[in-house]
């Protein structure tokens, strides 16, 4: 029987990257897991074919996290599946890079939008939906949230943003034994990170003792792991994966 054997995962921004390998994980280790998209129906429709086939329980369910009314819907919708979540991975975020002196207005509402206002939107109704006992929730942050880098001044302010609603909202759902915490991965292949740094991966790989970049799976471990009753005693905290590059 698996570490999340009877819990039921609600997984945002899962259709492809690090999102779809913690769903992946998360359904090989017994949860029932809803793969949340936006826009890439087919991709979250794959990675609920590769759960079922493995034996698992998944459904796909299109919702942007950073509307209230999409995200009421992508938890009634979650319910009715499976029953009430007791695990929510707030993956679902975007970002692009720049110097600070071209950043625009549509830019910085479309980051926080997404980046922030999204968890903000989801984590209230975890605390709606979740059960009486409890429940866990994994932000899904970036080592740029601490250490910035140049070109990444709203993305990373997103993500220390994000850093911080953990850990206040950590202080809050204890009571009810909800634990909040964040990962905060390093540099980490996906779809968008390769599109994006296909000619820096080798620079980006040198920067870690460990001479590789983060593979989606990496991530996923840690997830599982903080979804899973053996971190029962761990909540506020923001958790660096990213091979020694911090």
């Known amino acids: 029987m698996g570490r999340l054997a009877g819990k039921v995962a609600v997984v945002t921004g899962a259709s492809k990257g690090i ?3 913690i769903a992946r994980a998360m359904g090989r280790e017994g949860a029932a897991v809803v ?3 936006s826009s890439s129906k087919a991709g979250a429709e794959r990675v609920v074919g ?3 086939a493995a034996g698992g329980r ?3 369910v299109g919702a942007d996290v950073s509307h209230a009314a999409e995200v009421a819907r992508l938890f009634a919708e979650t319910e009715r599946a499976f029953g009430a979540p007791n695990v929510l991975v707030n993956n679902a975020g975007v970002f692009s890079f720049g110097p600070l002196a071209k950043a625009t207005e549509e830019s910085f509402h479309w980051h926080y939008n997404v980046n922030v206002l999204g968890p903000v939107l989801t984590m209230q109704a975890a605390l709606e939906h979740f059960p ?3 429940g866990s929730i994994v932000n899904i942050s970036s080592i740029v949230g601490s250490h910035s ?3 990444a001044a709203i993305y990373g302010s997103t993500k220390a943003a994000l850093d911080s609603l953990t850990r206040a909202a950590a202080l809050e759902t204890g009571v009810r034994n909800i634990r909040v915490n964040a990962i905060a ?3 980490t292949r996906s779809e968008g990170s390769d599109s994006l740094f296909a000619d820096e991966r080798d620079s980006q790989a040198a920067e870690s003792p460990l001479k590789r970049m983060g593979m989606p799976e990496d991530i996923a ?3 599982v792991f903080l979804a899973s009753d053996e971190s029962a005693w761990i909540t506020g905290e923001v958790i660096r994966v990213g091979g020694g590059v911090i």
Do not use: Q, T
Request: hydrophobic letters at 40%.
């Open 132 to 134: 009486a006992e409890g």
């Open 185 to 187: 991965p390093g540099h």
């Open 149 to 151: 880098r140049p070109g």
């Open 50 to 52: 590769e759960i079922v």
């Open 35 to 37: 793969v949340n998209y």
């Open 221 to 223: 471990r840690v997830a």
């Open 19 to 21: 999102g779809a390998g």
């Open 58 to 60: 998944a459904i796909a």
